[in-house]
């Protein structure tokens, strides 16, 4: 029963830490683009290069240029082994069998306003 509640903990904060530090890495590295055009935008921004994996060409309106990413998240299956720190005495997890992998869609989209970036919104949970 103790290594169930020391896999939740540990489950929640490895989630809660990857899913606020990739949006908060992500947000600040688009943040530059505030206040330029577009098509600066376009031409300048390469997500790819920055780790993210696009789904299909921009989309542009008159209001926002978006963007649809994807994540590929592994979810583990089974319980995962928990072994117990000689020294410490402290659970420490290894590696479980199985598992499957989704993919967690964001879409970051830049709002126009005659053309120039005034702000970013991220819609999705890979976020």
């Not at 489950?11 to 600040?28: D, E, F, Q």
Request: aromatic fraction near 6%; charged fraction near 15%.
């Amino acid at each position: 029963m103790i290594k169930l509640k020391y896999l939740a903990l540990l489950s929640s904060l490895v989630l809660t830490s990857c899913a606020t530090g990739g949006h908060h890495r992500l947000n600040t590295s688009l943040q530059q683009y505030v206040g330029q055009t577009a098509e600066q935008v376009r031409n300048q921004l390469n997500l790819s290069q920055m780790g993210f994996k696009i789904i299909q060409k921009p989309i542009q309106t008159r209001e926002s240029l978006s963007y649809i990413i994807v994540r590929d998240m592994n979810i583990p299956m089974g319980t995962p082994n928990i072994s117990h720190s000689i020294s410490m005495g402290a659970p420490m997890p290894t590696a479980s069998n199985g598992g499957y992998n989704i993919e967690m869609k964001c879409q970051v989209s830049f709002n126009l306003k005659e053309e120039i970036v005034e702000s970013i919104h991220f819609t999705g949970r890979a976020c």
